[in-house]
């Protein structure tokens, strides 16, 4: 293949099977440009059943292969993968602009955080970190019986079904962590293109693959298939070549998925993030002393990336009294200076909407404030709805997550009542709470209430903004995810996609590197349960 | 209470709920001696769902405790549990005895790995290892925003639901790992006791009470409930309150316990080991040179625990050839110098006789040794059953678990044929390789088929016998399991029960130990990406 010069890549509305353009469905469908409402000119081809079949079984070849990569090599090519998404950034961001209203400035902050996501991955992929391995030499004396030769370690769990999210085009789509974790676990990937940007979906895969091909790759460990229906999805979940899959979206969405591959006759993994109220539980001494700067942080926080975050705090429980007013005020003067875009899609624009219908039919709920009207077809008003933990937690959908720039607020009277909210929000990614020094007993009280139900908890910050780090946890327990014991940020990703493996009195020279004796990749290794990174004397 | 003197427990067919008696409902059972078929004397109380509903809140009222207790007070109850059962193990193996049918050797052996168990999840928790502490410190240059304090460690899920295996009553009955690893884990547990050892179960019981109720730990963190019909199972799995689930016994019962987990309105997790046909491939080369010990082997390994273990190997496949009838005569000849003792139990019995009449209509199986016939009710006669690799192809039957003293021997005559019959066998526990060095070409063969169906691969071993260590890996994928993420046997059992949460930005004095700047329980830790047993300089 060349090397790329000016827009390499045309968008043409294939499907991209194993590096091979596939469009033999007769479906098609078309973007919308989410600022005029008008529908884009090429015409995407769904997938047909057999040509997620064609995906899966070229994944399924693909894997034998990457079973046997070096795991340096599978570094080398993360890393390629990262240097042509950088390549390409320019073209992708333009690209993604018009497919999601979302500004340049922040694609070009998300394409870097994408790549830096590859990279890592490549840094924990070339460590050896992720493959755990454990050894437990032979012991005659083990109780009750003599212990053999074992040697543990985690190993790829085949290939990947991937649906990539509307919400942040390269970070968690096609070019996204599931992407990058499962491909750095050894595991090829079919990933299902958002049909909200599908021209976007098509250029992520066209570079990937490009960079699969440069490095000689087995072409089946990464695919795209495209579609705006759900039988695509369906389809995928459903294939018995599918071993695990990765999802970020919607609750419902997340949902369907989960209940298609627990249904399977071998039922399967799905890791869904399905997003979250997050709420924020400000004590009355916070807001006492910071109450302007925490009107201005949560305006901010419900209108970066329009609003459509999975971290986005939904709901702030804010005591009564004349901070509030102050904190309002600070919210709604923010609001008014902050310039946002459109939502995403129809889809988006319309739930909210009608979310928003039915909260006001709610006796007890107010909108205090409004930011700027946005332009454009899906151009949606910030909104600030002012109600009393009371209210709140008579009324179920004021818990939910409502995918926009809207926040509720709620207001409570006492401790208890704070406590009593705390308990009544549903499982989210996260909580956060913003308190003051002297709030050390509310604060333990609110830490063991909301430790049960969120996955990362704030201690005076706001929830969104993601770092791609070791120590992320992203994820929480259901409805926030359907597998609270993994994350969908950071390098612990990568524990999705493998499993573990043990070698019993195995023959050295037929061991996996990673459990030689001589220990040739340098690993530390729990070994007779102290880590070490030595070889082991031979026996 | 009063330190135990003689036959400090009886037997009083009552539920124990948080250390309490209690028999509210009016359905009862009865044991049933396998060796007369004779019911037992004492009537067992069916718990009813008012009982589920108590231990649960019991489970998650005690979990706020636990949640907070440190991990060495964990350390010492599990430890004084294990003091317990070795106390009383002779009390406990006598009543076991009477209940299975199991050798009192084989169950004083049993035993010993079960303490065994509780004090390596001692040492686990003690060391601090299972928190897996990540911290990475606040980096203002960090791409592509500044990065927060962040600080990851594993906490517990909250209450487990643990249900006991028929065939190990101590080490995977109520005494057993997954309960093990729970309380290691710092979750509250309530198990279901296996309904064919309900006396066993409940001494287990109340050896396990008295040593919370010494320790003063919260009584709630511990509840037996007996029961002979699903629908105790049910309620408990399906009670909201408890957050994952635990299980050792047949496809029909893990998968029935899966199918009511996922479709909670809350799905949670259900790790069962369900068994599995553990194949054994033998080759030429292998059989040639020790066709007589590796017959030898194989009848142990099916006479061992008198049939009932979920590692005994199923399928042999055996080369065509004349080493074949040296190998069959060894097995043969050893069968019948087996002694062995009688089933677990009627459905176990019947189940068995059920499918071998199923298998003797099929055209090419022909029964080759038989062992000497057991006395008792539930006595069984070991089989050997012999077919062909392309007989076991075409008839799944063949192919699936048969939980008793029963093995098939599949014949190949050639390599094509050997790895044919690799692939057609369902995913397993354990997979094990009989080869010489010479076969070093055939054995990676073999281990790219088997390394995706398994979770243990054996070289010149037999999969019975599954030590109790770091590296041990019990579990494998779908049927065999329902989690082929994690293991129910070894020190990485107790990931199970935890699940990742991240602080950010926390002040030092409300961080939790493990994640507190000065290492106060002295972990390795896993800091800026590097491991570390240091003290984090105050920034």
Not at 16 to 45: K, M, N, Q
Not at 50 to 62: F, I
Request: net charge negative.
């Amino acid at each position: 293949m060349a090397e790329p010069t000016g827009r390499a890549f045309e968008v043409t509305g294939a499907n991209l099977i194993a590096g091979r353009d596939s469009r033999a469905g007769s479906h098609t469908f078309y973007s919308v440009d989410p600022r005029t409402g008008e529908p884009g000119t090429v015409a995407f081809s769904s997938a047909t059943r057999e040509e997620v079949d064609a995906a899966a079984c070229s994944a399924a070849e693909a894997s034998k292969v990457l079973r046997a990569l070096p795991t340096a090599k599978i570094g080398t090519l993360l890393r390629r993968i990262a240097d042509r998404l950088d390549e390409y950034c320019p073209l992708l961001v333009e690209q993604a602009e018009l497919d999601t209203g979302l500004s340049a400035s922040a694609l070009t902050r998300e394409m870097q955080r994408t790549t830096w996501q590859f990279r890592a991955f490549a840094e924990v992929v070339e460590s050896g970190w992720h493959l755990r391995p454990i050894i437990d030499l032979p012991d005659p004396d083990f109780i009750p019986v003599p212990r053999p030769d074992l040697r543990r370690m985690l190993a790829p769990v085949g290939p990947v079904a991937v649906f990539a999210a509307s919400n942040v085009p390269f970070a968690f789509g096609v070019s996204g962590g599931d992407t990058a974790s499962a491909l750095a676990a050894g595991c090829a990937v079919v990933v299902k293109g958002h049909q909200s940007h599908p021209s976007t979906s098509e250029l992520l895969a066209r570079v990937i693959s490009e960079a699969i091909n440069a490095d000689e790759a087995p072409k089946g460990m990464f695919s795209l298939l495209q579609g705006d229906q759900e039988d695509v999805g369906a389809a995928l979940v459903t294939h018995p070549l599918i071993k695990a899959v990765g999802f970020t979206g919607s609750f419902r969405g997340g949902k369907a998925l989960f209940d298609l591959a627990v249904r399977r006759s071998e039922p399967i993994v799905v890791y869904a993030e399905m997003g979250s109220t997050n709420p924020v539980f400000v004590t009355p001494a916070a807001l006492d002393a910071r109450a302007e700067q925490l009107g201005q942080a949560v305006a901010d926080a419900i209108t970066v990336g329009n609003g459509q975050f999975c971290t986005k705090p939904g709901v702030v429980a804010v005591p009564d009294g004349p901070a509030r007013v102050r904190f309002e005020e600070a919210l709604g003067q923010r609001l008014l200076a902050s310039s946002i875009g459109p939502l995403l899609n129809q889809k988006i624009f319309h739930e909210l909407e009608s979310d928003l219908r039915e909260i006001a039919l709610i006796e007890g709920v107010t909108e205090s404030d409004r930011g700027v009207d946005v332009e454009g077809a899906l151009g949606f008003t910030p909104r600030v709805l002012v109600t009393s933990a009371g209210v709140l937690q008579e009324h179920s959908i004021l818990r939910e997550e409502h995918f926009g720039p809207v926040v509720i607020l709620a207001s409570y009277s006492n401790e208890e009542q704070l406590l009593e909210l705390a308990t009544a929000m549903p499982n989210s990614l996260t909580a956060t709470i913003q308190a003051e020094d002297c709030d050390v007993s509310l604060v333990r009280d609110l830490e063991e209430i909301v430790t049960k139900k969120a996955g990362r908890i704030i201690y005076n910050g706001i929830p969104t903004g993601v770092a791609v780090t070791h120590a992320m946890q992203h994820g929480g327990p259901f409805p926030a995810t359907t597998d609270s014991s993994s994350t969908s940020v950071g390098s612990s990703a990568i524990f999705r996609f493998l499993r573990p493996v043990t070698f019993q009195n195995y023959p050295e020279a037929l061991l996996p590197p990673a459990l030689q004796s001589d220990n040739p990749l340098h690993l530390e290794r729990f070994v007779n349960g102290v880590m070490s990174a030595d070889a082991i004397a031979k026996g």
